[in-house]
């Protein structure tokens, strides 16, 4: 199984820290020209037109950036050659994913099957079609902006917004909330999709996220840090507000998952739970039982990942709503380690913690968080290694990308500031969750309290 973090680590410390040029851009290419088969006036809001829509070479297709629009136009051609989401229809025709579809039981194969075209192909009903879709494209424009159908004919005219092709349903992927929410409803699921464990025990990947690190691994094919959109006031330019932003709308949305998975016929769902409460060798002094044990011992604990950086920013940002925080997971905690608890009590509480997090998200969404705001963020995570290694893996591992989402934020501000030490030491740190199954805990806060000191 393919390791997320893996490429994780190699691309976006290289390319975050070091800022290394992405290749294979401006080389000579057929240009694509698209079957334009549609009578663009009888297009209605709300219909999918397909990515082939957008890529004429003096649209987003041209092999290099043009910028006759306001935009660098080589979209098309940076999500075909480099974006992994090309691909998410056809890793439904490989073995493994023959394998999901068998131990799930599914009537059809992976790539006819609802449940996976859900979130691996822009799959909609043939009505909201303006042409019949190419699954094939996979997780194409329109699964990010939205259906095309009420803008496309229209965008590029003098004096259109990016406001009126929202009227029309555009995704407005400018607002930070919205762009992560976009990309959770994928990797984390929504009222529609989800990767439960049962589908997690059938084969697929655990769902990892962090909005920082992903766009730059996709990579992304828009101009976060130029003059102009800085000029715009655009929210990403800071970049550690892509990671802020992220965070706590990552936990919102979780908290809803979790509410709907409490009120579902599948509670208790594991995928909640710490997958190393129940997934370990039966050793005697294990670390579990010399670390002891919060609630009665044995049972399963919630799976804080979504949480245990989070804090760190409420508490820099929205120190007013600590308290209430941190009294609802605690009950929540409590709940879910008691696995009688009425369903009922859980997904109240996981509401009550989403509507906490929209008190949250307009103060981090306002947030400077600027080279010094970074440090001290980086520190307040590092001073967590405690709390972190008795959560386990996942957790760790958004530490991890928190802290390089923050360290290429002050290395945008201070090129000087990634040639020093610490790029090794946050390589050291992918290096340490690389094999889960290996994960250190020693070593790794020996880690942590060596970028301490270079962070000082
Ligand atoms: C809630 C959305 C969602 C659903 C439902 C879903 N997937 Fe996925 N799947 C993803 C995401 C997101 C990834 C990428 C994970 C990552 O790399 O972080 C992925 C990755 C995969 C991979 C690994 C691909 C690789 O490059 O190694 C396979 C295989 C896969 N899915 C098959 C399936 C099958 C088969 C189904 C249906 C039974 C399915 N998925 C349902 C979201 C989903
Ligand atoms: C996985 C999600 C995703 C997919 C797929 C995707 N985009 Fe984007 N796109 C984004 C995000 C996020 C942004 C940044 C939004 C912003 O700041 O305006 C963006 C930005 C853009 C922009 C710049 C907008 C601006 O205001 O500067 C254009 C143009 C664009 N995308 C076109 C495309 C085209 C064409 C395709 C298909 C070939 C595509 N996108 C596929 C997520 C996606
Ligand atoms: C419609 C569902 C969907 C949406 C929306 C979506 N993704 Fe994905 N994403 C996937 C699937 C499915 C895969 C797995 C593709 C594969 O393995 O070939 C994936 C893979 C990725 C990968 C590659 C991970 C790896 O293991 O290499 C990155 C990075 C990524 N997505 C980032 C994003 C970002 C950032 C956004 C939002 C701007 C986003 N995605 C929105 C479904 C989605
Ligand atoms: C409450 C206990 C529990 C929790 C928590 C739990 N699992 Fe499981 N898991 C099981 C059981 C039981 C099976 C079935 C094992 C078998 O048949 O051998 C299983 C099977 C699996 C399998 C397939 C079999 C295997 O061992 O490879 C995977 C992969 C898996 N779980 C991953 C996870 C992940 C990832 C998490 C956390 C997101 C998680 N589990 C959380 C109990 C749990």
Same mark, same amino acid.
């Given at each position: 199984m393919k390791q997320v973090l893996r490429c994780v680590t190699m691309v976006t410390v290289s390319m975050g820290l070091l800022g290394i040029a992405l290749g294979g851009r401006g080389q000579a290419q057929d240009e694509a020209t698209p079957p334009f088969a549609l009578d663009a006036a009888a297009l209605r809001p709300g219909q999918y037109v397909g990515a082939a829509s957008c890529a004429s070479s003096n649209c987003h297709g041209s092999v290099q950036p043009r910028d006759v629009y306001g935009v660098r136009q080589d979209e098309y051609f940076i999500w075909l050659k480099q974006d992994r989401h090309t691909q998410a229809y056809n890793v439904l025709l490989t073995e493994l994913s023959a394998r999901i579809a068998r131990n799930l039981k599914l009537a059809q194969p992976a790539h006819e099957s609802k449940v996976c075209l859900d979130?691996?192909?822009?799959?909609?009903?043939?009505?909201?079609q303006a042409r019949p879709l190419d699954l094939a494209e996979g997780v194409s424009c329109e699964a990010c902006h939205g259906p095309a159908g009420g803008w496309l004919a229209r965008h590029t005219e003098s004096g259109w917004t990016h406001e009126m092709s929202v009227q029309a349903g555009m995704k407005d992927l400018r607002d930070l909330a919205v762009r992560g929410q976009t990309c959770l409803s994928c990797h984390?699921?929504?009222?529609?999709?989800?990767?439960?464990?049962?589908?997690?025990?059938?084969?697929?990947?655990?769902?990892?996220?962090?909005?920082?690190?992903?766009?730059?691994?996709?990579?992304?094919?828009?101009?976060?840090?130029?003059?102009?959109?800085?000029?715009?006031?655009?929210?990403?330019?800071?970049?550690?507000?892509?990671?802020?932003?992220?965070?706590?709308?990552?936990f919102r949305e979780g908290m809803l998952q979790l509410a709907r998975r409490a009120r579902s016929n599948d509670w208790p769902e594991f995928a909640e739970m710490n997958c190393y409460a129940c997934h370990h060798a039966l050793r005697e002094g294990e670390w579990r039982q010399i670390r002891g044990y919060k609630f009665k011992a044995g049972l399963p604990s919630w799976n804080p990942a979504r949480y245990a950086v989070m804090r760190v920013l409420v508490s820099a940002f929205a120190p007013q709503q600590r308290e209430r925080l941190n009294a609802q997971v605690e009950r929540l905690e409590r709940y879910i380690a008691y696995m009688n608890t009425p369903p009922e009590q859980v997904a109240t509480t996981a509401l009550g913690l989403a509507e906490t997090m929209e008190r949250v998200i307009p103060q981090i969404r306002q947030a400077d968080i600027d080279t010094a705001a970074?440090?001290?963020?980086?520190?307040a995570i590092a001073a967590e290694v405690p709390y972190l290694i008795?959560?386990?893996?996942?957790?760790?591992?958004?530490a991890i990308m928190a802290i390089?989402?923050?360290?290429?934020?002050?290395? =945008?501000d201070?090129?000087?500031?990634? =040639?020093?030490?610490?790029?090794?030491?946050?390589?050291?740190?992918y290096q340490d969750v690389k094999d889960r199954e290996r994960f250190d805990r020693a070593q790794f806060a020996r880690h942590m309290a060596e970028l301490r000191r270079q962070i000082q």
């Open positions: 979130c691996h192909a822009v799959y909609v009903p043939r009505d909201a984390l699921g929504d009222a529609h999709k989800t990767v439960n464990h049962e589908l997690i025990a059938a084969g697929h990947p655990d769902l990892i996220f962090e909005l920082d690190n992903y766009s730059a691994v996709m990579p992304p094919h828009w101009d976060q840090f130029s003059e102009k959109r800085k000029a715009q006031g655009r929210e990403d330019f800071q970049s550690a507000r892509v990671w802020a932003v992220g965070q706590v709308v990552a970074a440090a001290r963020l980086i520190d008795d959560a386990e893996i996942h957790s760790v591992e958004q390089n989402a923050l360290a290429s934020a002050m290395a =945008r201070n090129p000087a500031f990634a =040639r020093g030490g610490i790029t090794r030491t946050i390589d050291k740190l």
